[in-house]
Structure formats: C-alpha cells, structure tokens
C-alpha cells in the first residue's frame, strides 16, 4: 500500500505525553479516503488515545484486511508494525503474531464487509478466543469499494442510492459479540470523538478481545440507476480511454450529546440515524440484559452507542493457549526446532 508521508514541523510549545512524544507522532501517512469519510475520524481518534495513553509507536502492530477502512492503518502510528492481510483474514493473522509475541499490542481494523461477510467465520472465533486485540469494525453498510452495494450490516428496510430496499436481516458486530461470549463490547460513532477516544482507550487496555463497532459514514455514491454520471450509462454511452470517479468534498460529521439521551444525525445523503448514548448508571456486566437492550432499542430504530457489554475476568488468549512468555524470535534453533520425535508426540496427542 502507498501513501505519503505527512511533513512532520516542530515548534515550542508543542504538548508532549510522557514519553516525550507530540501527537504527531502517533501521525501516519495522508489519507486518500473521500473527503468527509467517517473513517478519517477514526484515525484521529486512534492518533489521540494512544498519544494520551503514551503507548510506544514500536510496541504496536496494525492489522487489517480488505476494504476502505483496511487503509486505516497507513494513517496513524508510522512507527508501528503493520501486515494489511487478505480479506476477511485479518483474525487469522493477529493471532499468529500475537503468539509469536504475546508483549505486542494488537490493533485489527476492519469493516462490515471484511469482518460480517468473507470474514464472519475469523470475527467469531477471534471473539470466542479472546485474542488480545483491539478490533475495530468501521461500519458504514456498503461496500465502498466495489459502489455501494448492501453490506451484512445494512438495516432492513434502508435504501441504496439506486432506491432499491434491503429485504435481508441485518447482522448486528455488537450483538453478535456479546452471543459469541465475547468479553468486550462497544458502539460508537466516529463523529463523537468524545466517546470514541475513552471507548479506543478502554479497548486497548482490556485483556482480551475487544470489539469496537464504529458507525462510520460513507459519503460517495453517485452511481444510481438514472444518473448519467453512473458506471453504468457511460459504459453503454460513450467509449472511453479510462474511467474516472468525482468524490465532491464533504464536511466530516460531528456531533455530542450526554448520556443517557438521544440525538438524530442527518447523513450526507440526506438520510438521519438516531443515536442513543447509554445511561451513566447502566451496568455493562449483565450479558443477557445487554443482549435485551440492544434488541429492545433496535426494534425502536435507535443505534446505542458506549459499552455494551465488560468481562475482565474472562480468561484471554494466552492463557487459554499457553503461548510462549517471550517472542519466539528470542528462541534459539533447538528451541524452535525440537525435532521429528517432538512432532511426531504432538501428533499423537491430537488423534
């Protein structure tokens, strides 16, 4: 993946968290994302809380997979580890890395269709094996890579750009974590940098694995039935040397609201999501209760947002799998390669 590095400027002044680092240290290459995407937000919010949790750019690895949010990474933490994986195998790749090397902290972003379609099989075993990872879902009900098509997350009922209605259920990242027996659950919105930063901060410090949905708006789509700027009537049209797309510029949406109230948000397309921040006294430790008040709100039409669902005291990957205490890369050749009668034990063990 290419991408241009941001000009880094010094000056005096400049607040530095305690290991002497500005925030824009915790900067990445530029973004080549529309203007206004959603997921634009998301990495600022991920350059804010780990410059404010002074997190060492080196301890990091960056995952993703396919898709607009799987260029995230490009655009935070420069000093990290990064592997960009093939699509919906983004899982399969953190927990490899992490048992080689259990002292790194893990950051997996995704989307609704890297994660909810091709990779609902990694999604749900990661969850169910607590991998210490901080999973991020940049959720945005399209396929913005391939023109908006339905993703899994897409609500019943909802319009394309086209004025086709989705018929099919959608899948809900937060719900199905918490059924998976996930021991992290949140929602948030990327223009609520308010909640998202703690929610980040609380996902990184949590031991296991923690699933971050982010309603993430797509801010595209001018490729509907009808238009002549569509793919569709060009091709039929005109015969052309290449093919071009116009994103026009749009403002990134924002918004804060307390809790325990609600607030609707009007999308670029015109269209309006009600979001619902949880309570200040509701208890997140109630499995059951937060699978009934996700179903509860969703049948209202309202997204809630916050943390949904906490188990710290779930055991986590490493202790479920015994993995090695220091990096495998620290082992030396015997250690590593114990030899033909080690693998054939391991293999009697497991028939």
């Known amino acids: ?54 997190i060492k750019p080196e301890q990091v690895i960056k995952m993703s997979g396919i898709g607009c949010s799987s260029k995230t990474p490009a655009y935070f933490l420069n000093g990290a580890h990064g592997f960009n994986s093939v699509h919906g195998r983004m899982p399969s790749v953190a927990t490899g890395a992490l048992a080689a090397h259990r002292d790194l902290i893990a950051v997996g972003i995704s989307g609704d269709g890297d994660s909810l379609s091709i990779g609902m099989g990694q999604f749900a075993h990661a969850v169910r094996r607590n991998i210490n990872l901080l999973y991020i879902i940049e959720n945005n009900g399209v396929y ?39 021991s992290f659950a949140a929602r948030s919105f990327s223009g609520d940098k308010e909640q998202l930063v703690p929610l980040i901060k609380a996902g990184l410090a949590h031991p296991g694995c923690a699933v971050l949905d982010v309603i993430s708006p797509c801010v595209t789509f001018n490729d509907h039935e009808g238009s002549t700027k569509s793919y569709a009537w060009t091709r ?14 749009a403002d990134a949406i924002e918004t804060s609201y307390r809790e325990g109230s609600e607030v609707p948000v009007r999308l670029h397309d015109d269209s309006v999501i009600r979001f619902r921040k949880l309570e200040a006294d509701y208890d997140p430790g109630d499995r059951a209760h937060a699978l009934e008040y996700l179903e509860r709100h969703r049948a209202e039409g309202k997204v809630v947002t916050g943390l949904l669902y906490l188990d710290s005291d779930q055991p986590e990957f490493h202790q479920l799998s015994g993995t090695a205490l220091e990096p495998l890369r620290d082992f030396d050749y015997e250690r590593l390669n114990p030899g033909a009668e080690a693998l054939e034990e391991l293999q009697n063990r497991m028939r």
């Open 1 to 54: 993946m290419s991408f241009i590095t941001k000009p880094k400027v010094q000056w005096s002044g400049q607040r530095r968290n305690p290991l002497g680092l500005t925030i824009r240290d915790y900067e990445g290459g530029m973004s080549t994302l529309c203007a206004g995407c959603g997921h634009d937000s998301v990495t600022a919010a991920l350059v804010q809380a780990f410059w404010e949790l002074a």
């Open 144 to 182: 913005g890579l391939t023109k908006g098509q339905f993703s899994a997350s897409a609500d019943p009922g909802s319009k394309s750009k086209a004025g086709i209605e989705n018929q099919q259920q959608a899948i809900d990242p937060v719900a199905a974590a918490i059924s998976l027996g996930g």
């Open 236 to 249: 039929e049209n005109h015969e052309s040397v290449t093919t071009a797309d116009l994103v026009e510029p």
